[in-house]
Structures are given as structure tokens and as C-alpha cells.
């Protein structure tokens, strides 16, 4: 897939997204939920598989501590193989949120059943996907799955180009690169 200068008029803003432990051990829905990110038009800057160690789990986490949930997080998401995307798109925080739906599934589906978490998700924490919601957890999030990767870099260097270039989609690596230009 091509993306044109055309279409990318305005400054592309990067997220996080996840794609969680219940979703990645179902190749088939991880397939799926790939596609969805392609077919809404962001741009994947970095992807990765990996997995998390309790102590992970705890530390990016941890404003959650003491809350209800928070045991039950960590051991969720320290429990399996998982998807890290950096993901860019015009509004990019906005436009996953959105796509992902509501947290609580149950709301997702009666709310947005169109939604990842309606379609996918199995209960509040397993929901299937996670994705910043703010500039600011973005790029926190982003320097915590992605440490080697410099945000103020990408954004003077390669968003100019992704922006008003062509790119496109390379299947081995599962990222958007630039093409080359004739």
C-alpha cells in the first residue's frame, strides 16, 4: 500500500499502541487486528513482539498501584507474548482511541460495536488493546516499549518525509518505510 503526499497534509502525531496477551495468542486475531490499523490509515513507524517480566508490568503500571485492578494487570500482562506498534496518523492518540473503544467491554459493545474492544475484547482487563491518551503518555510509552527510539528525532528527520513523500508498507518488516524516490 502507497500512501500520497496528498493525503497527508497536516503533521503526523505518534502513539502507542498494544496489542495485549489475550489477543496475541490468537494468531488469527492478531492478524486482524493488524489489518484494522492498516485499513484506518496510520502509518506503522516500529512494531515489535515481545514479552513482559512482572517487574515490567510493575513499573509501567505503577500509577496504578493500590487500585483494585492493579494485581490483576500485571499478572494479565506479564502472562504472554505481546505487540508493540508506534503508530503516526494526523490526531493519531484520538483516531486509536477511538478505534479501539471504550475499557470496559461490556460499554464497548453496547456503545461503539463497531470497536476492536467490542469485537475482540474478553473482559475490562482483557480488553485487547491499549493506547496512550494523552501527547504527554505517548511519549512515555513510547521510550518504555521502545527505548533506542527518539521521538524529537523521528519527528524532524522522518516525519517531514513520511509526510510529504511516498511510503510504503513492508511486509517483512511489518513497518511503513519510505520508497524510493525516482
Request: proline content about 4%.
Amino acid at each position: 500500500m502507497t500512501l500520497t503526499a496528498g493525503r497527508l497534509s497536516k503533521v503526523l502525531q505518534l502513539t502507542l499502541a498494544v496489542v495485549k496477551p489475550d489477543a496475541v495468542a490468537h494468531p488469527l486475531m492478531l492478524e486482524a487486528l493488524h489489518q484494522r490499523i492498516l485499513e484506518n490509515n496510520f502509518i506503522i513507524v516500529r512494531c515489535k513482539d515481545l514479552a513482559w517480566r512482572r517487574q515490567d508490568s510493575e513499573r509501567f503500571y505503577a500509577e496504578h498501584s493500590g487500585r483494585f485492578f492493579y494485581q490483576r494487570l500485571v499478572e494479565f500482562m506479564s502472562s504472554g507474548p505481546m505487540r508493540a506498534y508506534i503508530l503516526a496518523r494526523e490526531d493519531a492518540i484520538r483516531h486509536w482511541r477511538e478505534l479501539m473503544g471504550p475499557t470496559k467491554v461490556f460499554r464497548a459493545r453496547y456503545t461503539s460495536p463497531a470497536s476492536i474492544r467490542a469485537q475482540f475484547g474478553l473482559t475490562d482487563t482483557r480488553n485487547t488493546t491499549h493506547g496512550s491518551d494523552s501527547v504527554e503518555s505517548a511519549q512515555r510509552e513510547i521510550g518504555f516499549f521502545f527505548p533506542d527510539f527518539c521521538a524529537d528525532e523521528w519527528m524532524e528527520k522522518e516525519e517531514p518525509l513520511f509526510r510529504s513523500g511516498q511510503i510504503q508498507f513492508d511486509h517483512q518488516k511489518q513497518i511503513h518505510t519510505l520508497s524510493a524516490q525516482s
